[in-house]
């Protein structure tokens, strides 16, 4: 039982990161119909540029996310701008086009940050929490917590206000919004602003958890994707109830079959997914292609 | 007076211009590195490629070999054995006389077959097992096996400490599982069955599920065999989880990228079997630690130490074969003994040339001898 329940707690803390990550791939899969294969690299980039402003710059761990959020959603709008010209044109050019920019980012974190990656110690000193022979890290739960936060306010304002209520319009038909004065490029952007800078927000938080280097991407990614397929692509709820999934699913894996648990995790996800093919959530209203 | 001629005779030749036969007995001598220079092992990649260039520099330094100046190159191999072959082939293309790496045993045994093929000589960082088991006469480790490393250990935590509660974490990789087997075999030989055998992915991040049974069992010591980053990262959660147990393990426990990764207090009395301890074992390892502080501005370690001694022993069998390629370069390592800085090598059929570890702490986030 205490295993069981420390297992969870293990795989919850990791699957909120992933859910911070699927839902970065959603919002931008959402408003273009275009997976952004590069977004797994700017999470890479957000936990090296978060590390780097809190132990380099030695600022306050809040302040660097933030700074590091900042930086992502430049590169965002960078990645936007020159796959601008290609909307609606060339849809397997944008996709390879994203995978290029993570190569970029890669190379360019090795350039600036070298190969050897670091450790980013917990900001939080606090002894972890002891609840009945579970021991909770104080960070998971900040974790957890940001996660939440980040969440609920992006479904509000997805929902509630004017910008994210074009963005909706802009997802479900990108001509009659048009019509209507929106601009789809400004809000595309938008979309890939927000989804990089929940990438740094991913990868921040992730730093302490883990390893930071050049490779963080891939290991973030490939959960953070399936997060989102589970969930239903595109989907915010989706994303959240993917990640935390996965994240849990991951972490069962691997106390019960060990050195086979990544087969057996991506073997349970491709049941999932044949069996609903759309995800747990799926609504496949967006098809810019 | 020589440097300057061979600096001369270096400059006459365009580089690579000298591959157009295999007998080439000028220009500058073709020396790689293969080791990973990006992803979770390029820190050891680093270490590696910086050990082989300061011995490469100190012998261009003094010279050359017969006045040829050794040309080293370093490849990326990722630590991917896929991209590793493919390297391979290239130096045999390019007309490489020998390999220095890598430090990834699964891309040493995968560019194996080739090297032998091509008959070019590998002096590697790998410790695996599978390495002997290639039966390659071309390949060459710079260091013990994980056999003599776990054997060692065991020795030391069921002899001299006494230790029956042994429990175990390793990786499924090449490294993980070499490691896995080899301290089974050398506990079992010695009558101590471990308590519980976790065994964890390469790319597994969340090990609450095996460190939870590994609580349970209240071992006295844990012996751990992963790579760097993840080896500090098993360290630093079984902490949280109110583990106080010492680990124990092999070559990557006693790196800083371990003991940042975990966090100082966390690997305080970690027991590490290392044919390097330290800088200060001898006035050959202060040598070349204050060589490389010099060069790099860093502390030297046991991969760099490692890397060091395989370039000096390739580097001195060129010199005693002068400057001689494929099997006769593969007699002369063999027949080279050297006095390294991990101690004595002498070569046998198994290409294996040193069979000695000792047992180190961590003290104070550094690594010390045990006394």
């Not at chain 2, 599982?177 to 050398?186: N, P, V």
């Not at chain 2, 098993?234 to 990228?257: N, S, Y």
């Not at chain 2, 027991?271 to 800088?279: E, G, H, K, R």
Request: proline fraction near 3%; include cysteine.
């Amino acid at each position: 039982m205490q295993e069981t329940l420390q297992t969870l707690v293990g795989g919850l803390s990791l699957g909120a990161v992933y859910a911070l990550v699927a839902m970065g791939f959603s919002l931008v899969y959402r408003t273009m119909g275009l997976v952004n294969f590069a977004h797994a690299d700017i999470a890479m980039i957000g936990a090296y540029a978060a590390s780097t402003f809190y132990l380099t710059s030695k600022l306050p761990f809040a302040v660097a996310m933030l700074v590091a959020i900042a930086v992502t959603a430049a590169i965002g709008l960078v990645i936007e701008r020159v796959l601008r010209p290609l909307e609606n044109k060339d849809f397997d050019l944008m996709l390879i086009g994203t995978i290029g920019f993570g190569i970029v980012l890669q190379a360019v974190a090795i350039l600036i940050w070298g190969t050897t990656g670091r450790a980013v110690p917990s900001p939080l000193r606090s002894a972890p929490l002891d609840l009945f022979g579970v021991r909770v890290r104080t960070y998971d739960l900040l974790v957890m917590g940001v996660a939440a936060l980040a969440v609920i306010t992006l479904a509000w304002f997805l929902a509630r206000t004017k910008r994210g209520a074009a963005m909706q319009a802009v997802a479900m038909d990108h001509e009659a919004a048009t019509a209507v004065g929106i601009n789809v490029g400004r809000s595309n952007a938008l979309a890939f602003a927000i989804g990089a800078g929940l990438a740094a927000l991913a990868g921040g938080l992730v730093g302490p958890m883990l390893y930071v280097d050049a490779s963080l991407g891939g290991a973030l990614g490939i959960k953070g994707f399936a997060a989102a397929m589970l969930g239903g692509f595109g989907s915010i709820p989706g994303a959240v109830v993917g990640g935390l999934a996965i994240g849990v699913l991951d972490s069962y894996a691997a106390g019960h079959f060990q050195g086979y648990s990544v087969l057996v995790t991506f073997l349970v996800f491709t049941v999932a997914i044949m069996i609903r093919p759309t995800g747990v959530f799926g609504e496949r209203t967006v098809s810019r292609a | 007076m020589t440097s300057a001629l061979a600096t001369a005779l270096a400059a006459c030749s365009a580089p690579g211009d000298s591959g157009d036969n295999d007998k080439a007995t000028t220009g500058p001598i073709k020396v790689a590195v293969v080791n990973a220079q990006s992803g979770q092992l390029s820190s050891l990649g680093d270490w590696e490629y910086k050990g082989a260039k300061l011995a490469v520099a100190e012998w261009n330094k003094k010279g050359g070999i017969d006045g040829r100046k050794i040309e080293l190159k370093l490849f990326d191999d990722q630590g991917d054995p896929t991209t590793g072959t493919n390297i391979a082939r290239k130096l045999a293309s390019e007309k490489y006389v020998a390999m220095l790496g890598t430090a990834e045993s699964a891309v040493t045994v995968a560019m194996g077959p080739v090297l032998q093929q091509e008959k070019i000589p590998n002096i590697t960082s790998g410790q695996s097992n599978a390495l002997v088991a290639l039966k390659s006469p071309f390949l060459f480790l710079n260091g013990p096996t994980s056999t003599t490393y776990d054997t060692t250990l065991a020795q030391y935590l069921v002899t001299a400490k006494g230790h029956k509660k042994i429990a175990m974490i390793t990786n499924n990789g090449s490294f993980g599982k070499g490691e896995h087997d080899a301290f089974l075999k050398a506990a079992k030989d010695l009558g101590v069955t471990p308590s519980t055998d976790q065994v964890v992915t390469t790319d597994q991040k969340d090990f609450s599920a095996a460190l939870t049974t590994i609580r349970a069992k209240k071992p006295d010591v844990i012996f751990i065999g992963s790579e760097e980053v993840e080896a500090g990262l098993i360290v630093k959660q079984a902490r949280d989880l109110g583990i106080t147990a010492p680990f124990a393990g092999a070559a990557p426990q006693g790196t800083p990228v371990f003991i940042d990764t975990a966090g100082k207090a966390a690997v305080e009395g970690t027991i590490v079997s290392s044919p390097y301890l330290s800088n200060d074992t001898s006035d050959a390892s202060k040598a070349f630690a204050a060589a490389y502080k010099a060069a790099y501005g860093k502390e030297a370690e046991l991969h760099g130490a490692k890397a060091y001694d395989g370039a000096n022993i390739l580097l001195t069998a060129l010199k005693t074969s002068k400057g001689a390629t494929g099997q006769k370069l593969a007699d002369a390592i063999r027949a080279t003994a050297y006095q390294g800085l991990l101690g004595t090598f002498q070569y046998g059929e198994d290409g294996v040339g040193i069979t000695k570890t000792t047992i180190g702490v961590i003290r104070d986030g550094k690594l010390v001898p045990q006394n």
